[in-house]
């Protein structure tokens, strides 16, 4: 029962750099998101997404993509990588909204040097 | 939209003492509310979550949270901390998607 999967767990990009953030889940939900963490200040929604094929933006959008191809993944796409962007991303799942708590992943650790 | 603030942004308790952190949302209707609890190092974890029904709702690890809707509070209370309750704490209120708290850090003094 693996619930949420991220990969990977911490990595270290120069700036410029472009990365993608892997997130997996098994329980068939349909809506899956991205935050971030940093210190003090909570989570911010990155992109969510309702569905296959569907995605929207967040709080803080810029210098992120994604894409939902599947019910199972959800891949967040750094493509020139800033030192902003340092922080501990979270996925998330849920069933639907509404009602329904989100089940999480152990977090991508990621420093922009 | 839905808000959500905590007012605690970093609390300090010795073990055994009693706990309450506060939440608030701005606006009533149909509500349902989360706690979710992050230990160092680890990811959110729901804490305890209402949906109706009897406003004080029990969670895991002792904890309980009380939801008014009069006052728009669904504050978190423990009534004996331990040194492993050391954590963040996340009030939620789901929108179209759910809406965090900026969190509060409890660190429990063994």
């Known amino acids: 029962n693996a619930g949420v999967t991220q990969t990977p767990k911490f990595r270290i990009l120069k700036i410029g750099q472009s990365m993608t953030l892997q997130c997996a889940q098994d329980?068939?939900?349909?809506?899956m998101y991205w935050y971030r963490q940093d210190p003090g200040m909570g989570l911010k929604l990155i992109y969510y997404?309702?569905?296959?094929?569907?995605?929207d933006k967040g709080e803080v959008p810029n210098g992120y993509n994604v894409s939902r191809s599947t019910t199972e993944d959800f891949p967040l796409r750094l493509e020139l990588a800033a030192p902003s962007q340092t922080s501990v991303y979270f996925c998330?799942?849920?069933?639907?909204?509404?009602?329904?708590?989100?089940?999480f992943g152990d977090g991508t650790r990621l420093s922009i040097l | 939209a839905q808000s959500v603030s905590q007012h605690n942004h970093h609390v300090i308790l010795s073990e055994a003492a009693s706990l309450e952190l506060g939440c608030n949302y701005s606006?009533?209707?149909?509500?349902?509310l989360f706690w979710y609890v992050q230990y160092p190092g680890q990811h959110l974890q729901l804490l305890l979550k209402?949906?109706?029904?009897?406003?004080l709702v029990k969670g895991i690890k002792g904890f309980e949270a009380e939801f008014i809707k009069s006052k728009f509070s669904f504050n978190l209370r423990k009534p004996s901390v331990q040194w492993s309750d050391t954590a963040e704490y996340f009030c939620?209120?789901?929108?179209?998607?759910?809406?965090f708290g900026k969190g509060t850090r409890l660190h429990i003094l063994p």
């Open positions: 998330a799942s849920s069933y639907s909204t509404g009602g329904q708590p989100q089940h």
């Open positions: 329980m068939n939900h349909n809506y």
């Open positions: 997404s309702v569905g296959a094929g569907i995605t």
């Open positions: 606006y009533g209707g149909t509500v349902n």
């Open positions: 209402y949906f109706s029904g009897d406003p």
């Open positions: 939620a209120v789901p929108d179209d998607k759910i809406i």
